[in-house]
């Protein structure tokens, strides 16, 4: 099992639409949580990050906790072209006792005018 | 504020010569790392320095790459000799929490 893992994609959400991104981790005494994006040629860019279960709202931005199914997801509401990315996992996982920030491959998101 | 600047942003080297990255932090940023990114994959780290000391190295491949952050501040990154394989973005990130702030990032490419 990957220490980090997301689906791949592409997902296609139609222009307005809920996007939802979902990821899992291994480590179940993982504590910090975070979702970059990542456009075509360019690096990730922080946009959200999560501590506590639960919903953590910004903007059109939702991120969703569930320690107990080792479950993080990031919902972006009214999607818009300039949406679509790469939207990539990490969380700060327990290895060999350090801390150690880890990233999931990536979901390819493709918002669809 | 300046963001974390790295150089260069493209390189292109013959296999077995040697290739050599830099990454300028953002001012205060005592934590720097050195991410590998393949083609649709998520970054994978090489090195984490906390200060000048590299805490986190396990993921750097000893025989042919080496990294040095002289001062606390700037850090160089280099691969001798480069192999086909090493072709890749490397991202250069700094933070001074959990929260990364990313380089532009160098485009490697080895023929």
């Known amino acids: 099992q990957k220490e980090v893992e997301q689906n791949s994609g592409p997902l296609s959400v139609p222009e307005g639409a809920i996007a939802s991104l979902n990821c899992t981790y291994s480590d179940r005494g993982s504590q910090s949580f975070f979702w970059y994006r990542q456009y075509s040629g360019k690096s990730p860019e922080l946009i959200m990050f999560i501590y506590s279960n639960g919903d953590k709202e910004d903007g059109r931005f939702t991120a969703q906790l569930n320690k107990a199914s080792q479950y993080v997801s990031l919902l972006i509401r009214d999607s818009q072209p300039s949406d679509s990315a790469t939207y990539l996992c990490a969380v700060n996982l327990i290895i060999q006792g350090a801390q150690k920030l880890v990233f999931g491959q990536g979901t390819r998101l493709t918002i669809n005018p | 504020e300046a963001g974390v600047v790295q150089s260069p942003r493209y390189k292109i080297i013959e296999k077995k010569q040697p290739v050599a990255f830099w990454c300028n932090p953002i001012s205060g940023h005592n934590t720097l790392y050195w991410y590998r990114q393949n083609l649709g994959q998520g970054p994978e780290l090489l090195i984490r320095y906390e200060n000048e000391e590299a805490v986190d190295d396990s993921q750097l491949p000893k025989d042919r790459f080496s990294a040095e952050r002289l001062k606390g501040v700037d850090s160089t990154l280099k691969i001798q000799p480069a192999e086909l394989g090493d072709s890749a973005v490397y991202l250069c990130?700094?933070?001074?929490?959990?929260?990364?702030?990313f380089g532009s990032g160098t485009r490697l490419t080895v023929v």
């Open positions: 990130a700094s933070s001074s929490g959990l929260l990364l702030d």
